[in-house]
């Protein structure tokens, strides 16, 4: 198992390998190849050289020939030319006094169509041979055969073979050592974020890593880091507010059931006290019971598993009937309930009608609940924009503005006494907020304390888009 330090080393120092192979295989053969055909233009000039010597007559002067290619033009090379009628050869002194080269026409037939050329890997060193038709009085019966040794050749490979031997491990040791510092320079910081990243727990979430003047990897991932712990903040807040709220809030009523239960058990002697418990006891129940299914409707809906059941309906209707039924509620605090229909026609949405109805059912019935007896509620439906507008305003006791921010939050009450006293779970705005939301919608709140209170919903009437 190796660190990342290690791979991205390994890594380097493998790339570099086969780079160093093949640029030296490269260089090796481009080296091969220029030293062929360096040797080979030789071979082709003295060739030349000696066609141009050659006499008009057809008998072969051998002496004569070969002392001025030798003496006088200095040519070093091994010269064979045959004469393939006679059967006549003459050869340069220098391959009549080498051993072990023979002929070099043993090694071809008496002519050829061709120029070509040929290298004898049996002899060492190698040597590249020349042979070419000379044609003289219009008869081409004259062999050329020029040869040079590749000793000079091979000595060259061999060196740059022996320097790349010598090279490439030095090479690779520097560049191990520089990859390995590169990766440790370029991790560093890494290693920095994972020993911050470990000092923070559950009761320290409020810390942040440290920010870096820089707009690369690093920097991203430190941002992405305070990212996450700020999301991860505001999660463990929330979720130990929940936790505080809803033990706090289904313990009042069983504190309340415990108590009755114990007074009853002690003090009451006839069946209408007991009944009387018993009724007090249901209200907690059903108090317990709203609490619960509320928390369960928001759960799934944060969750997405309560997906939104999307038609087309007539929202003029909807908020009529719910005029009308929210009427009785109002009866008994001797509360008016009007509607404003801002509209020229009927107004069709598309949503949860299911769910809108609860989301407007709960704005009025607060209205009505939070409201002064013989006060007023005023219900508006107006268009702008492509959005159904929804006015809920009333003259009730008002938010103070320090609460305005909070009130949409889970189990918040601005008067804890008095929603006790009315029978509210503290979930009903939260409610309305996460319909609203799942309608791509939006929804404001305009208050002050002892002056009513203006909700406003914003709905688009195509419907959210990523339901479509």
């Known amino acids: 198992m190796l660190s990342l330090r290690q791979r991205l080393t390994l890594w380097y120092v493998m790339i570099l390998t086969l780079v160093l192979l093949v640029s030296g295989s490269f260089w090796y053969l481009s080296l091969a190849h220029g030293l062929r055909d360096s040797v080979d233009a030789r071979l082709r000039d003295v060739a030349t050289q000696s066609l141009k010597t050659l006499h008009s007559s057809d008998e072969l ?68 041979i020349f042979r070419t038709m000379a044609n003289e009085k219009g008869s ?3 062999l050329i055969q020029v040869a040079a040794t590749m000793e000079a050749a091979e000595l060259a490979l061999q060196k740059l073979v022996y320097i790349l031997l010598m090279s490439i ?19 560093d910081p890494v290693d920095q974020i994972t020993q911050a990243v470990r000092k923070i727990n559950a009761s320290s979430l409020n810390k942040r890593l440290p920010r870096i003047d820089s707009n690369d990897e690093i920097g991203r991932l430190i941002d992405t880091f305070n990212s996450m712990l700020s999301r991860l903040e505001d999660s463990f807040q929330k979720i130990s507010q929940f936790s505080g709220d809803a033990s706090h809030e289904l313990r009042t009523p069983l504190t309340i059931i415990r108590g009755e239960i114990e007074v009853a058990m002690r003090w009451a002697k006839d069946i ?60 008994e605090k001797n509360i008016s309930i009007e509607l404003k229909l801002e509209v020229s026609e009927e107004v069709m949405i598309r949503g949860d009608e299911l769910r809108l109805r609860r989301l407007f059912l709960n704005l009025i019935s607060n209205a009505i609940k939070y409201n002064n007896d013989g006060g007023d509620v005023c219900i508006s439906l107006g268009l702008h924009d492509g959005n159904a507008i929804v006015h809920i305003r009333d003259t009730g006791f008002g938010i103070p503005e320090s609460d305005l921010p909070h009130i949409f939050e889970r189990f918040y009450r601005v008067d804890k006494a008095r929603n006790r006293a009315v029978g509210g779970t503290g979930l009903g705005l939260a409610i309305v907020k996460s319909i609203v939301e799942a309608h791509e919608g939006s929804i404001q709140v305009q208050s002050s304390a002892e002056q009513g209170s203006d909700f406003m919903v914003s709905l688009p009437l195509q419907g959210p888009k990523d339901t479509e």
């Open 169 to 187: 491990p030095l090479v690779l040791a520097g560049a191990s050592f520089c990859g390995w510092f590169l990766a440790r320079k370029a991790l």
């Open 272 to 331: 209408d006290e007991f009944k009387q418990v018993l009724r007090s006891n249901m209200e907690e129940v059903d108090l317990m019971t709203r609490i619960i299914e509320d928390l369960l409707t928001l759960s799934k809906s944060e969750k997405g598993n309560a997906p939104l059941v999307l038609q087309e309906f007539n929202l003029t209707d909807l908020i009529q009937q719910l005029h009308w039924q929210t009427r009785v509620l109002g009866e």
């Open 140 to 142: 081409k019966h004259f």
């Open 61 to 128: 002067e051998c002496r004569v020939l070969m002392h001025h290619l030798s003496e006088d033009l200095g040519f070093g090379e091994f010269i064979d030319i045959l004469d393939t009628r006679t059967g006549q050869s003459c050869l340069s002194s220098n391959l009549i006094y080498s051993s072990g080269l023979g002929r070099l026409g043993e090694y071809v037939s008496a002519e050829i169509d061709a120029p070509e050329f040929e290298t004898f890997t049996q002899i060492d060193p190698p040597l590249r």
